[in-house]
């Protein structure tokens, strides 16, 4: 079982960046999926970025493409989003995920673990 919390999140202005950390507690991570997820109030989760633990592949939603970047660091065991060029449509709580899985990454049902989330505000 895997125990995830992140931090990092605030209020930002449109154009600027933001990085998110979701530090992750439990075991091993070797053959884990860990992912990025946003939700705004009245909408479906969206899919952001996730990254194979080993091998380090990643994937990202159209949307924030060339933009945010999924990372991680295998001594502290910490997952990152570094968000550039932010917009208002950006707003959302983003949510770490993670699964014991190596396949698929980009929806919501494939991920069993989840943090609690962190709210990400920016303004025009």
């Known amino acids: 079982q895997v125990q995830l919390v992140e931090s990092g999140g605030g209020l930002a202005q449109a154009g600027g960046s933001l990085t998110l950390s979701c530090v992750a507690s439990g075991g091993s991570l070797r053959t884990y999926k860990l992912g990025w997820f946003r939700q705004v109030p009245g909408k479906e989760r969206e899919f952001v970025a996730s990254?194979?633990?080993?091998?380090?592949?990643?994937q990202y939603g159209d949307p924030v493409k060339g933009r945010f970047f999924i990372s991680k660091d295998d001594s502290s065991r910490t997952l990152f989003l570094q968000m550039n060029k932010l917009k208002p449509d950006d707003t959302a709580v983003y949510s770490c995920?993670?699964?014991?899985?190596?396949?698929?990454?980009?929806?919501?049902?494939?991920?069993?673990?989840w943090g609690q989330g962190t709210q990400v505000t920016v303004s025009s």
């Open positions: 995920a993670a699964d014991p899985s190596m396949y698929g990454g980009n929806r919501e049902f494939e991920y069993q673990y």
């Open positions: 990254i194979w633990w080993s091998g380090g592949q990643t």
